[in-house]
């Protein structure tokens, strides 16, 4: 066996994880001109001269990542289906024409989680926006605006984030 042994135990934990996302930030795939990962942690991201990621912040209890990785033994593959889902609230023309350019990108997201995670979805081949539904709602108290559904599929499960490069995501590339 190449490098598939295994390395760890698991043990039950106390509990003490939360579900939910509290910010995305996207870039279009093309800018991002390399991503390194060490033992399944993006250690290095270079994103091209100018370019940053566009910050989305999330309603409390409205977005996820979600990730099936499916392994087929009879072919020897495996891959990971990414899906990110997110509303946003109040339409508008600005954000009807970003919607528009988001669809026309292929896309790299970080999901931050609300355990301080930062997890990169679309590493290798991008997310693209599957769907996008608007709704202006019936009656006062009803949502007006956006859901935003991304799709894609990788190679492996999404990698976590150093903190260091969080920081920067919104620093211009060099």
């Known amino acids: 066996m190449s ?4 390395t760890q ?13 509290v910010v995305s930030y ?5 800018n991002l001109t390399d991503i390194t990962v060490t033992t399944g942690t993006v250690s290095a991201l270079t994103k091209a001269t100018g370019k940053f990621f566009r910050k989305y912040e999330l309603e409390a209890h409205t977005g996820d990542g979600k990730e099936t990785k499916t392994v087929n033994p009879a072919n020897g593959t495996s891959n990971t289906k990414q899906a990110i889902t997110f509303p946003i609230n109040g339409m508008s023309l600005t954000v009807r024409n970003e919607l528009e350019k ?3 990108n292929r896309l790299v997201i970080i999901l931050i989680d609300n355990n301080g995670n930062a997890w990169l979805y679309g590493k290798d081949f991008g997310l693209r926006l599957d769907t996008t539904a608007s709704n202006t709602g019936k009656v006062l108290g009803d949502r007006n605006g956006y859901d935003l559904t991304f799709g894609g599929d990788e190679k492996e499960l999404a990698p976590l984030v150093d903190p260091t490069i969080v920081a920067a995501l919104q620093t211009p590339g060099d």
């Open 102 to 104: 988001l669809a026309k």
């Open 9 to 21: 135990d698991y043990e039950l934990g106390c509990q003490d994880f939360y579900g939910g996302v």
């Open 3 to 6: 490098d598939c042994a295994l």
């Open 26 to 30: 996207i870039i279009e795939k093309p």
